[in-house]
């Protein structure tokens, strides 16, 4: 078991530009959730899936931001036309649900990050 | 308001001293609550979780939580702070009230001091 991966773990882009994270899960787990990190606060939500399908969305997910799981494995996150304020840590979590343990969904394992820099 | 307070923002304690972070969540009568370690340019560790029964969870590293629906209330212990453990920690709830995520508190920063 390898644990959660993110690439790339840093990106520097210029403002207006389009930018693109990938995430791949532990691999048992059915449940992939993205968090977005600001400095000095804790992960906030973003949206999750469910294998391929994508449950629940924040509103802080704007238009600007799109994710797909495609085949219910990796998932990526889109950004379009960066903005100053998108500039943050981007989190990846996964988790397993079957059956009736849904409290096991809530044991979100995270991967290292991808520290977004918009200039 | 905050559904998770973690209200010190730095703590300081010396090499070997006990340790303990203090975390209050706002509602739920049956909260999920975990607690995570950061380290600096890091993802997210879980230290331990609490779902039901022994209110007094053990972790990793040491570490042990106790829950106290009373105080609604999740304070992370460790009776001896080693210099590694300098991190940012977290507290976090999850269950029904709080839909399909995870919801964080602000964060402390420890800083061990030898």
């Known amino acids: 078991d390898t644990g959660v991966s993110q690439n790339p773990r840093h990106k520097i882009t210029k403002r207006g530009q389009n930018v693109t994270f990938r995430c791949d899960p532990i691999?048992?787990?059915?449940?992939l959730y993205w968090y977005r990190q600001t400095l000095g606060q804790g992960p906030e939500f973003l949206t999750y899936?469910?294998?391929?399908?994508?449950?629940?969305k924040s509103r802080l997910l704007s238009d600007r931001f799109s994710a797909e799981r495609p085949k219910g494995s990796f998932s990526t996150l889109e950004i379009q036309r960066t903005e100053q304020g998108d500039s943050a840590m981007y989190l990846c979590?996964?988790?397993?649900?079957?059956?009736?343990?849904?409290?096991?969904?809530?044991?979100?394992?995270f991967g290292p990050g991808t520290r977004l820099t918009v200039t | 308001a905050q559904s998770v307070t973690q209200p010190d923002i730095h703590i300081t304690v010396s090499e070997g001293a006990s340790l303990e972070l203090r975390c209050n969540y706002s509602?739920?009568?049956?909260?999920?609550l975990f607690w995570y370690v950061q380290s600096p340019g890091q993802g997210l560790q879980l230290l331990l979780k609490?779902?039901?029964?022994?209110?007094l969870v053990q972790g990793i590293k040491g570490f042990e939580a106790e829950f106290k629906r009373s105080q609604s209330s999740f304070n992370l212990r460790k009776p001896s702070v080693h210099w590694s453990d300098a991190a940012e920690y977290f507290c976090?709830?999850?269950?029904?009230?709080?839909?399909?995520?995870?919801?964080f508190g602000a964060g402390t920063i420890l800083r061990v001091k030898s």
């Open positions: 609490y779902f039901s029964g022994d209110t």
């Open positions: 691999s048992e787990h059915n449940r």
């Open positions: 976090a709830v999850g269950g029904m009230e709080y839909g399909n995520k995870l919801v």
């Open positions: 509602y739920g009568a049956t909260p999920y």
């Open positions: 979590a996964s988790s397993s649900v079957g059956g009736y343990q849904i409290k096991s969904s809530y044991e979100q394992y």
């Open positions: 899936f469910q294998n391929e399908a994508q449950l629940e």
